[in-house]
């Protein structure tokens, strides 16, 4: 689309708004809203919106000025994402990239990191094909009652517990160009997963962060909070946004993931992708789990692996691969939690995906062992950091994805998460000594509404 198109839907939709949004460090949705009479003017011009939202807690009470200083980048829209919000009266919405800071470019921001892998990936005759399989919990606004409150998964009755809600959801994530395949019910206390189709290139990270706002609004709309929180509390099973993907040709004609001919479908393509996945794997598990509150979704009871392995179609692997011939093959990434960026998961798996490539890594051997069994489960045996201050020291440890990511970038995560681990040990004690893991009143509080 252009600025003479997205003026024209504007005018013929008789839309009076259009918010400017975009993610933040978090993935969180943050906007100014501008009457549509002035879009033209703000989105040749740019618009001024202060840098510290890059470098600010959830909360907004840390404020790293120190890192990037405390004013306005100049940001701009991308046309292409352009969408009428149906559940708002003339209402739209686009996402704003900040174009300058200082007179250069903002090379740290999430979205931009993004871009700049899959511009690699394609140098290599290669595109992305993608998804993330979001879970979500929803309660209710004023009495924190979950939407549902047993573990039926998937039961017909239990998914039609707000037909209005579930009927709202359905319809307009589809006008907002996600395309929904299913939705059901999940094992946790009103949890729920919607699955929507892939989209070639950054068009799948915008898709995930749309999804999400979305269906927080939506939500909001009925009384209820939707959380995409990787784990809201000790007693329930936490939420994850699984990375689904594939490799094209840069046509997106032939998936470059399968080959017919060989012992198990994989393309020698593939298996450099993959392997270039797990020897990356303990440096971009920070950007995969990147809260306090991510690593609580790791346990025995859980389906994340807690090692950098891979299976054909085994859900307790790192990377699950499914092999569905020539035009549904594709690799799933399970290590990613509700909580995290869409924009850096997509980033991260393309940068570490790319090493694999170019240095022609070879696959390990496909994991076959009991995923049950101690020596699967022991967190001390498998070099997967366990803890975000593991996870930090392993990114920065890494020099393939520092490089991918750069310093600034890795300045202002950084001094994001020590705001957050220096909040949690601060924190009133919990019954465990742990509070990385167990305080799950501080991450209540910090996480569940926003992220």
Same mark, same amino acid.
């Given at each position: 689309?252009? +600025?003479?198109?997205v003026?024209?839907?504007?005018? =013929?939709?008789? #839309? =009076?708004?259009?918010?400017?949004?975009?993610?933040?460090?978090?993935? /969180?949705?943050?906007?100014?809203?501008?009457?549509?009479?002035?879009?033209?003017?703000?989105?040749?011009n740019? &618009?001024?919106?202060?840098?510290?939202? +890059?470098?600010?807690? /959830?909360?907004?009470?840390?404020?790293?000025?120190?890192? %990037?200083?405390?004013?306005?980048?100049?940001?701009?829209?991308?046309?292409?994402?352009?969408?009428?919000?149906?559940?708002?009266?003339?209402?739209?919405? #686009?996402?704003?990239?900040?174009?300058y800071?200082?007179?250069?470019?903002?090379s740290?921001?999430?979205r931009?990191?993004?871009?700049?892998?899959?511009?690699?990936?394609?140098? +290599?005759?290669?595109?992305?094909?993608?998804?993330h399989?979001h879970?979500?919990?929803?309660?209710?606004?004023? @009495?924190?009652?979950?939407?549902?409150?047993?573990?039926?998964?998937?039961?017909t009755?239990r @998914?039609?517990?707000?037909?209005?809600?579930l009927?709202?959801?359905?319809?307009?994530?589809?006008?907002?160009? /996600?395309?929904?395949?299913?939705? !059901?019910?999940?094992?946790?206390?009103?949890? %729920?997963?919607? @699955?929507?189709?892939?989209?070639?290139g950054?068009?799948?990270?915008?898709?995930?962060?749309?999804?999400? @706002?979305?269906?927080?609004e &939506?939500?909001?709309?009925?009384?209820?909070?939707?959380?995409?929180m990787?784990?809201?509390?000790?007693?329930?099973?936490?939420?994850?946004?699984?990375?689904?993907?594939?490799?094209?040709?840069?046509?997106?004609?032939?998936?470059?993931?399968?080959?017919?001919?060989?012992?198990?479908?994989?393309?020698?393509?593939?298996?450099?992708?993959?392997?270039?996945?797990?020897?990356?794997?303990?440096?971009?598990?920070?950007?995969?789990?990147?809260?306090?509150?991510?690593?609580?979704?790791?346990?025995?009871?859980?389906?994340?692996?807690?090692?950098?392995?891979?299976?054909?179609?085994?859900?307790?692997?790192?990377?699950?691969?499914?092999?569905?011939?020539?035009?549904?093959?594709?690799?799933?990434?399970?290590?990613?939690?509700?909580?995290?960026n869409?924009?850096?998961?997509?980033?991260a798996?393309?940068?570490?995906?790319?090493?694999? &490539? !170019?240095?022609? %890594?070879?696959?390990?051997?496909?994991?076959t062992e009991?995923?049950?069994?101690?020596?699967n489960?022991?967190?001390?045996?498998?070099?997967l950091?366990?803890?975000?201050?593991?996870?930090?020291?392993?990114?920065k440890?890494?020099?393939?994805?520092?490089?991918?990511?750069g310093? !600034?970038?890795?300045?202002?995560?950084?001094?994001?998460?020590?705001?957050?681990?220096?909040?949690?040990?601060?924190?009133?004690?919990?019954?465990?000594?742990d509070?990385?893991?167990?305080?799950?009143?501080?991450?209540?509080? %910090?996480?569940?509404?926003? +992220?």
């Amino acid at each position: 689309m252009s +600025l003479e198109s997205v003026t024209s839907t504007i005018e =013929e939709e008789e #839309i =009076e708004f259009v918010r400017f949004e975009f993610s933040d460090f978090y993935g /969180i949705s943050r906007c100014k809203i501008i009457p549509a009479r002035h879009f033209v003017d703000k989105a040749s011009n740019g &618009i001024g919106i202060p840098i510290c939202h +890059l470098t600010c807690s /959830i909360d907004c009470v840390d404020f790293q000025t120190e890192t %990037m200083g405390d004013g306005d980048a100049i940001w701009f829209p991308d046309f292409n994402t352009f969408r009428i919000l149906p559940w708002y009266r003339k209402t739209a919405s #686009i996402l704003l990239e900040p174009k300058y800071y200082k007179g250069e470019l903002l090379s740290c921001y999430p979205r931009y990191i993004a871009r700049r892998q899959l511009e690699r990936l394609e140098k +290599l005759g290669v595109s992305l094909l993608a998804a993330h399989e979001h879970e979500f919990h929803v309660v209710d606004q004023k @009495t924190q009652k979950p939407l549902t409150s047993d573990m039926s998964l998937r039961s017909t009755v239990r @998914t039609y517990t707000d037909p209005n809600l579930l009927d709202q959801l359905m319809t307009n994530l589809y006008k907002v160009g /996600i395309d929904v395949e299913n939705c !059901e019910t999940e094992t946790g206390h009103g949890q %729920m997963e919607i @699955t929507y189709k892939p989209a070639f290139g950054i068009q799948a990270a915008d898709n995930a962060h749309v999804f999400k @706002t979305s269906v927080k609004e &939506i939500a909001q709309q009925h009384g209820y909070i939707a959380s995409f929180m990787s784990k809201p509390s000790a007693d329930h099973i936490g939420s994850s946004a699984h990375f689904c993907h594939s490799l094209w040709d840069k046509d997106g004609k032939n998936n470059l993931l399968y080959d017919v001919n060989a012992p198990n479908k994989l393309s020698e393509l593939g298996g450099y992708w993959m392997a270039g996945i797990l020897k990356h794997s303990p440096a971009i598990t920070m950007l995969m789990a990147p809260t306090v509150n991510c690593y609580k979704r790791y346990g025995k009871q859980s389906y994340v692996s807690l090692a950098s392995n891979w299976g054909i179609d085994k859900r307790y692997c790192l990377l699950r691969l499914k092999i569905n011939g020539a035009k549904g093959t594709y690799v799933e990434d399970r290590s990613s939690g509700g909580g995290s960026n869409p924009y850096l998961t997509l980033a991260a798996i393309v940068a570490a995906g790319i090493d694999g &490539i !170019e240095k022609k %890594m070879p696959l390990q051997k496909e994991e076959t062992e009991n995923p049950f069994s101690p020596t699967n489960r022991n967190p001390t045996q498998n070099g997967l950091p366990c803890t975000l201050s593991e996870a930090i020291e392993a990114f920065k440890a890494d020099d393939v994805i520092m490089e991918a990511f750069g310093d !600034e970038f890795f300045k202002i995560f950084n001094s994001l998460k020590a705001y957050e681990i220096r909040a949690v040990k601060s924190a009133p004690a919990s019954a465990k000594d742990d509070f990385e893991r167990d305080n799950f009143q501080w991450d209540q509080e %910090m996480f569940f509404k926003y +992220l």
